[in-house]
Every structure is written in C-alpha cells, then in structure tokens.
C-alpha cells in the first residue's frame, strides 16, 4: 500500500516561501508522475504543479515563476517550492502519485496572510 505524506505548511507573510515535501513510501520513481493540486474553500481542487519521471514538468499559470517542483528518488520525496506566495495561494495542499492508479496524501494547509 503505498502512502503519500505532505508536510512544510504553515502560516506565512505575502511574499514569504515555503517548501513543502512529499516522501512516499516506496520508490517514487515507480509513478509515472507527481504532483501538488490544492483546494482552497468553497473551489475545486486544482493542479498545481506535476513532475513525470522523465523530469518533465508542467505548472499552473497561476504560479509559473514562482512555485518549482522537483524530486529527490534517492529520499523517494518531491518538494514544491513556493516563493512570492500570495493571499490566493492560500489553500490545502495535496500530493498525488500516478502508476496504475493515483495515490493520494492527506494534505497541508498553506495560510498567506496579508
């Protein structure tokens, strides 16, 4: 059973950063891809950012330029990078793994204050 696990929200200023980190159980390598999607109150979730295993990544535009994904096989964890965060980006903040199915992590909640 594989298990997907966020950490790195908190409470931060606009313009501050955050990482966030999803360390999976087992080889993430074995996905054909990863990524962050977030939900904020009363909005779907949405995509955020996606790695697939050849490296290859894609962004919302909502936050090209200012969130990096990328990944760590060696510690089978992917982290998003979130600088210039915004009030907008406030939001519970999930990982999500693709292989013959999709594996979904609890979540971290990202405030932005003012």
């Known amino acids: 059973q594989v298990q997907l696990v966020e950490s790195g929200g908190g409470l931060v200023q606009a313009g501050g950063s955050l990482r966030l980190s999803c360390a999976a159980s087992g080889s993430i390598f074995s996905f054909n891809a990863i990524a962050w999607y977030r939900q904020a109150p009363e909005k779907q979730r949405e995509l955020v950012a996606a790695?697939?295993?050849?490296?290859?990544?894609t962004y919302a535009d909502s936050v090209k330029g200012r969130f990096t994904i990328s990944r760590d096989n060696a510690k089978n964890t992917v982290y998003l990078q979130m600088n210039s965060l915004k009030v907008e980006d406030t939001a519970v903040y999930y990982c999500a793994a693709d292989s013959f199915r999709r594996y979904w992590g609890q979540g971290t909640q990202v405030t932005v204050s003012s």
């Open positions: 790695i697939t295993k050849s490296d290859t990544t």
